[in-house]
């Protein structure tokens, strides 16, 4: 049990029977009336999010959410495999819970996999990986940095929006959260 003086992002409560992540937290002490903690919680498993509103000193119930660093080995049908570093342990992770970040998967990626009673939450990615163009169509002659955009097929599948000037083969830095480009890397 935690007080709501203990709220901080990224904390997961357990309310009715359900995971909910703090996402913000604002401690309000109006001029009139009893002190407050507003919060936007996001469901750990369906990702929906609500506003609540609680009253000062306020014990809710916390889950233990263990997050451990796990290497993504291969594919195996629909399930993702992932090899724990210190104890070598693999589990299998449904697409489902590994979720749009799929798209951007490379074998031997490190991400961060929460856990809690031993089932699988959710999978975070880095921020930002480096992936290989697989294929675009070729840049035309005058093509300049801030002219447009094209599709471009990265090694792992994923299909994104890219500048006229890269090419086939070209690195590229994309962002895991949007699937956007930031630069060559």
């Known amino acids: 049990?935690?007080?709501?003086?203990?709220f901080k992002n990224?904390?997961?409560?357990?309310i009715d029977g359900q995971l909910w992540?703090?996402?913000?937290?604002?401690?309000?002490?109006p001029g009139k009336g009893p002190a407050f903690v507003r919060t936007k919680l996001k469901n750990v498993l369906s990702g929906k999010t609500v506003d609540k509103t609680w009253n000062a000193g306020v014990k809710v119930e916390v889950a233990t959410v263990d997050r451990r660093d796990m290497t993504y080995l291969y594919r195996d049908g629909a399930d993702f495999v992932f090899m724990d570093g210190e104890t070598f342990e693999q589990i299998h992770?449904?697409?489902?819970?590994?979720g749009d970040g799929a798209r951007f998967?490379?074998?031997?990626?490190?991400?961060?996999?929460?856990?809690?009673?031993?089932?699988?939450l959710?999978?975070?990615?880095p921020v930002t990986v480096e992936l290989v163009v697989q294929h675009?169509?070729?840049?035309?002659?005058?093509?300049?940095s801030t002219g447009g955009s094209k599709p471009a097929t990265?090694?792992?599948?994923?299909?994104?929006?890219?500048?006229?000037f890269i090419s086939t083969g070209d690195k590229l830095k994309v962002d895991t959260r949007d699937g956007s480009y930031l630069g060559r890397a």
Request: no cysteine.
């Open 154 to 164: 990265m090694e792992t599948g994923a299909e994104i929006q890219v500048p006229l």
């Open 105 to 120: 998967l490379l074998e031997n990626t490190v991400v961060q996999v929460a856990t809690h009673d031993n089932e699988p």
């Open 136 to 144: 675009t169509d070729p840049g035309l002659q005058g093509d300049r």
């Open 122 to 125: 959710y999978v975070e990615l």
């Open 93 to 98: 992770i449904s697409e489902a819970t590994v």
């Open 1 to 6: 049990m935690a007080s709501t003086a203990d």
């Open 21 to 29: 992540q703090i996402t913000e937290f604002q401690h309000v002490k």
């Open 10 to 14: 990224g904390l997961v409560l357990k």
